[in-house]
């Protein structure tokens, strides 16, 4: 999979997918054969293969080409994955005013773990969409190596070019005269809108005997419909003979539209939002030409194709479609934003009877609480300073916000860790949070572990050995010691810099420790571990993910609601 649909990323379910996507594409991803092969070095150094100083067997690059050789006889495909599992797949995502840590976009985690799959592995299992047709069982048709080019044009007889790229299952002709297959993949409701394209390759110009539609996503696998109106739950296009066919009820039913044939490109959408099924012929939008069942939550893509025709699909994940699928779902989400906008409801549930002193129904006021509370909470006293000057300017008569002092060691901490000063933002902990550290052992350890891989990147071999095996004599456990091992590894590159767990740990790993060390210490202050945007950002997603109206698949809060 190339890429995800325009129209898709507009919706709740490609933005979920996108922003999977996005993180897995974060983390760097050895490809080539000189990535596989140094990412084996590291496993060979991770196992003690090559003693205490891996570095010095880089130079004898004989004994190390063995060493791979061994590991290669295991099977590529073993190797291969044996070079994907450096990565850490968390959740984590942080970025706040250039660099500093999000509370309200960021997740924690309570271990390290560095072991993942491949990504392009993951993120295909993760997103199930349908991306070419299958080959039935007893096949009778000619399907493309991609799975999406179907020709019935000669199905007799096997394809013999050496360079055609269509290959025959069964050379037996059909019995009724009509081939028929189904996308890979269902279509799920929570998709909310799904679209894809047929394009009729070669066939009658007056009309190609072609269908192209839907069928139930609860059918058996086995289950194949011809679109004919012969199976309960299938919707079918027609363009021999412009039918729209449908099976309900116990009963075959017909409407109306237009004929489609040679050069033609048809379209076809559900949309769980009306709980429709919509075509398209040549970029034009012809309407609704089916009403969904109520109790149907998934379908799957299905074609049918008499003798002597062929087709292109296209499922969006490639190249763009020939109907502008974007404006359409975008009039939707306009429509239900126009909904919001008009309801009435206040943008935030507050409490008229309410005692406490933030509540207000201006929205403004409630705003620009919200802005200093989020200033205080993470300890930024200069933006509070000039947001406070300019509400003054403005005529506010609010009283001014200030940084707690417990928040503003938040951010003094933030800052030397993000400058590779461990030791001094572990002294300046202890000395304002004594026990803080000695209840939190995992916290104090990722904290060292960042403190190592800076020994790393300034080039000290000596001293990450000696500050690595003081670490290992005071963290025992075996967990401990397998992340040691993982970052002793980095020993043997040439330039641990550019290795994808050197990177982790100084993006991700980093910004998750300081996230975890702001909850801990407002924890420990009594405050709030959350600033009060993060809490309202993450009961606004938990609201929505509940919700059972299906128009909130048209939309997400952050990137539709909160301009961040």
Request: aromatic content about 10%; some cysteine; charged content about 25%.
């Amino acid at each position: 999979m190339s890429s995800f649909p325009s129209y898709l990323l507009k919706l709740t379910y490609g933005y979920e997918l996108q922003r999977r996507g996005d993180r897995l594409k974060s983390y760097e991803q050895p490809k080539s054969k000189q990535d596989i092969r140094d990412t084996m070095v590291t496993r060979l150094s991770t196992n003690g293969i090559l003693g205490s100083s891996p570095a010095l067997f880089n130079q004898n690059e004989e004994y190390i080409d063995k060493l791979v050789d061994i590991l290669k006889s295991k099977g590529l495909e073993k190797a291969s994955a044996m070079a994907s599992n450096e990565l850490d797949n968390d959740e984590s995502e942080a970025e706040e005013f250039g660099g500093n840590v999000d509370d309200s976009m960021t997740q924690t985690s309570e271990g390290l773990n560095f072991n993942s799959e491949d990504s392009s592995n993951v993120f295909s299992a993760s997103t199930h969409l349908p991306s070419r047709w299958i080959t039935p069982k007893d096949c009778q048709f000619e399907l493309s190596l991609d799975g999406l080019e179907i020709s019935t044009k000669n199905p007799a007889k096997p394809v013999t070019s050496s360079s055609s790229s269509i290959t025959v299952n069964l050379p037996n002709h059909s019995q009724t005269g009509v081939f028929s297959t189904k996308a890979n993949h269902i279509v799920p409701e929570s998709i909310g809108i799904y679209y894809y394209e047929v394009e009729i390759v070669f066939g009658l110009s007056s009309g190609a005997d072609v269908t192209v539609g839907f069928m139930d996503g609860d059918h058996p696998e086995e289950i194949i419909s011809s679109l004919r109106g012969h199976d309960e739950n299938t919707w079918g296009y027609k363009g021999k003979d412009a039918k729209l066919i449908h099976f309900e009820d116990g009963r075959t039913n017909f409407k109306s539209s237009c004929k489609f044939g040679n050069k033609d490109v048809v379209g076809c959408g559900v949309n769980f939002i009306n709980d429709s099924i919509f075509i398209t012929k040549n970029g034009a939008f012809l309407g609704e030409a089916f009403q969904l069942p109520s109790h149907i939550n998934k379908v799957i893509p299905a074609i049918s194709l008499g003798a002597w025709n062929s087709v292109s699909t296209n499922f969006g994940l490639s190249k763009p479609f020939r109907f502008n699928i974007d404006n359409y779902v975008e009039s939707f989400k306009l429509d239900f934003k126009k909904k919001v906008l008009e309801s009435g409801s206040p943008w935030f549930a507050l409490n008229e009877h309410s005692s406490d002193p933030d509540n207000t129904t201006d929205t403004k006021t409630f705003i620009d609480r919200m802005i200093k509370k989020y200033f205080d909470h993470n300890g930024y006293g200069n933006a509070l300073k000039a947001f406070n000057r300019e509400l003054k300017e403005e005529g506010s008569t609010e009283p001014e916000g200030s940084v707690r002092h417990e928040n503003g060691i938040k951010k003094h901490i933030r800052t030397l860790i993000k400058a590779n000063r461990v030791d001094d933002a572990i002294d300046t902990i202890n000395s304002n949070f004594p026990s803080l550290l000695q209840d939190n052992q995992s916290v104090l350890f990722k904290l060292e572990c960042l403190k190592l891989i800076s020994v790393i990147g300034d080039k000290n071999e000596s001293d990450f050995l000696k500050y690595a095996q003081n670490m290992r004599s005071r963290y025992p456990s075996e967990p401990y010691h397998k992340t040691l091992d993982e970052i002793s590894a980095l020993l043997a590159y040439n330039d641990p810099k550019q290795t994808a767990l050197y990177k982790t740990f100084t993006d991700f790993e980093r910004d998750r420790v300081i996230f975890n060390l702001s909850e801990l210490i407002s924890a420990e202050s009594g405050l709030p571990t959350k600033s009060n945007f993060a809490a309202m950002i993450e009961k606004a997603q938990s609201l929505e993910s509940e919700c059972s109206n299906k128009e909130m698949r048209l939309v997400n809060i952050l990137s539709d609601f909160v301009d961040i």
